[in-house]
């Protein structure tokens, strides 16, 4: 499965761009300022980590060198490519604003086939929007990886109606992995699949610890999908620069989506790049069982996701019972075992005891190569085994060798 931008054109630059640009740079001359409201809720890759950003130089100083990469477009051309903002090409709605669906032109040559692109528009409504835009611009003006979503270029202009704000990315044609994961009627993504997309994405997490980028808002609704059902980080609007030198953290407001963040930075503030880690865990947890961090319509012993998944350990007989149901038993018992302690270990409560991305990058690969090895039927007799277990313990029989509920960690 190869995974390559879709924007490689030179482009050319508009007539105003000169103009556009020293706005676009004064704009950008300061890091992206803490956020204060909370988020909505909501085969193997085996790719080498570039090392294209030097540490520990900063993201304001990478971005200078690197803002000439990213085409400065006119409101005039987002506004014609999206025919006023139909509601037609309107693909997405979230905190930042509307996404919609368009085509450009990458060259000056009118035959040559316009590149189809994603449109992110600033809902007007103040200070709040336009720090998560500046931090996009900033850290997807530097960053570059085959697992993160390629920022194209923005608009920035101060007119008659008002300031436009507006990012341009490549397009993702498979949406997110929440929609595969939750969408109802949605087709259900294959368990190897399933670890081939955590994969990728744990590899772009990895890159961006390694060039001390902190993502903070690690979910499956920001894990987007291209034709090839290729991972890549979305939505950088929460994105830290991670702590420089002697520091162990960066003390920020408190943001993110609930249920995916850390618990030591719920509590305190404090933001390292192991809160990523705990992020990515409990994704892990919603591949495994198909269900979302928090289900409001679920038993309320159900509702949490990582409270549930305590009652049904990795090493217990139960633990089949949580695996998602839509697979039908077409996966390897072992593997999604391993897959569970691995996440369970991203959980951890001491963030200091979470292994490194890149270190969970290595187990993925092995948990998908013994996958590849193993024996789905396993987890079909495993499957009928818990079900057996289940209706017992419903009914009141005793259950021999049931175990007792392990706490996850976190």
Same mark, same amino acid.
């Given at each position: 499965?190869?995974?390559?931008?879709?924007?490689?054109?030179k482009k050319?630059?508009?007539?105003?761009?000169?103009?556009?640009r020293?706005?676009?740079?004064e704009?950008?001359q300061?890091?992206?300022?803490?956020?204060?409201?909370n988020?909505?809720?909501?085969?193997s890759?085996?790719?080498?980590?570039?090392?294209?950003?030097?540490?520990?130089?900063?993201?304001?100083?990478?971005?200078?060198?690197?803002?000439?990469?990213?085409?400065?477009?006119?409101?005039?051309?987002?506004?014609?490519?999206t025919?006023?903002?139909?509601?037609?090409?309107?693909i997405?709605?979230?905190?930042f604003g509307?996404?919609?669906?368009?085509?450009?032109?990458?060259?000056?040559?009118?035959d040559?086939?316009?590149?189809?692109?994603?449109?992110?528009?600033?809902?007007?409504?103040?200070?709040?929007?336009?720090?998560?835009?500046?931090?996009?611009?900033?850290?997807?003006?530097?960053?570059?990886?085959?697992?993160?979503?390629?920022?194209?270029?923005?608009?920035?202009?101060?007119?008659?109606?008002?300031i436009?704000?507006l990012?341009?990315?490549?397009?993702?044609?498979?949406?997110?992995?929440?929609?595969?994961?939750?969408? #109802?009627?949605?087709?259900?993504?294959?368990w190897? /699949? @399933?670890?081939?997309?955590?994969?990728?994405? &744990?590899?772009? =997490? $990895?890159?961006?610890?390694?060039?001390?980028v902190?993502?903070?808002?690690?979910?499956?609704?920001?894990?987007?999908?291209?034709?090839?059902f290729?991972?890549?980080?979305?939505?950088?609007?929460?994105?830290?620069?991670?702590?420089?030198?002697?520091?162990?953290?960066?003390?920020?407001?408190?943001?993110?989506?609930?249920?995916?963040?850390?618990?030591?930075y719920?509590?305190?503030?404090?933001?390292?790049?192991?809160?990523?880690?705990?992020?990515?865990?409990?994704?892990?947890?919603?591949i495994?069982?198909?269900?979302?961090?928090?289900?409001?319509?679920?038993?309320?012993?159900?509702?949490?996701?990582?409270?549930?998944?305590?009652?049904?350990?990795?090493?217990?007989? #139960?633990?089949?019972?949580?695996?998602?149901?839509? /697979? @039908?038993?077409?996966?390897?018992?072992?593997? &999604?075992?391993? =897959? $569970?302690?691995?996440?369970?270990?991203?959980?951890?409560?001491?963030?200091?005891?979470?292994?490194?991305?890149?270190?969970?990058?290595?187990?993925?690969?092995?948990?998908?190569?013994?996958?590849?090895?193993?024996?789905?039927?396993?987890?079909?007799?495993?499957t009928?085994?818990?079900s057996?277990?289940?209706?017992?313990?419903?009914?009141?029989?005793?259950?021999?060798?049931?175990?007792?509920?392990v706490?996850?960690?976190?």
């Amino acid at each position: 499965m190869n995974c390559l931008f879709l924007f490689k054109s030179k482009k050319p630059k508009p007539k105003n761009q000169h103009k556009d640009r020293s706005k676009g740079k004064e704009l950008l001359q300061n890091s992206a300022p803490e956020l204060s409201t909370n988020r909505s809720e909501t085969s193997s890759f085996n790719l080498q980590t570039p090392r294209s950003l030097p540490s520990p130089r900063s993201i304001k100083d990478l971005y200078t060198e690197r803002e000439q990469n990213l085409r400065v477009f006119t409101y005039k051309e987002v506004s014609e490519a999206t025919f006023g903002f139909s509601r037609k090409l309107k693909i997405g709605e979230g905190g930042f604003g509307g996404v919609y669906k368009a085509k450009i032109q990458t060259t000056g040559d009118s035959d040559s086939p316009p590149l189809v692109v994603a449109i992110k528009k600033l809902n007007r409504q103040g200070l709040q929007g336009h720090k998560q835009w500046l931090a996009e611009v900033q850290f997807l003006g530097v960053v570059n990886h085959v697992n993160v979503v390629k920022l194209l270029g923005y608009c920035s202009e101060d007119g008659e109606t008002g300031i436009e704000r507006l990012l341009v990315y490549e397009y993702m044609s498979n949406r997110s992995l929440e929609d595969h994961l939750f969408t #109802r009627g949605a087709r259900t993504l294959p368990w190897k /699949l @399933r670890l081939e997309i955590m994969l990728g994405a &744990a590899q772009g =997490l $990895a890159y961006l610890h390694e060039v001390k980028v902190i993502y903070r808002d690690f979910k499956s609704s920001n894990v987007l999908l291209d034709d090839e059902f290729c991972p890549k980080l979305s939505d950088f609007g929460l994105a830290r620069e991670g702590p420089q030198g002697d520091n162990t953290h960066v003390t920020t407001a408190r943001v993110g989506t609930h249920g995916y963040a850390a618990p030591e930075y719920v509590q305190t503030g404090h933001l390292r790049l192991k809160s990523d880690v705990y992020s990515f865990g409990v994704v892990l947890y919603e591949i495994i069982t198909g269900r979302r961090t928090i289900e409001r319509n679920k038993p309320p012993a159900e509702q949490r996701l990582l409270n549930w998944v305590k009652e049904y350990p990795a090493d217990s007989q #139960r633990f089949n019972m949580i695996v998602d149901p839509r /697979l @039908r038993g077409n996966y390897p018992a072992a593997g &999604a075992r391993s =897959l $569970a302690k691995l996440a369970d270990l991203c959980l951890n409560k001491n963030d200091k005891e979470r292994p490194a991305m890149e270190v969970v990058v290595e187990r993925l690969k092995k948990i998908i190569e013994e996958s590849d090895n193993g024996d789905s039927s396993m987890a079909a007799s495993a499957t009928k085994e818990s079900s057996q277990v289940m209706r017992r313990s419903q009914v009141g029989e005793p259950v021999k060798g049931r175990s007792r509920g392990v706490s996850v960690r976190g």
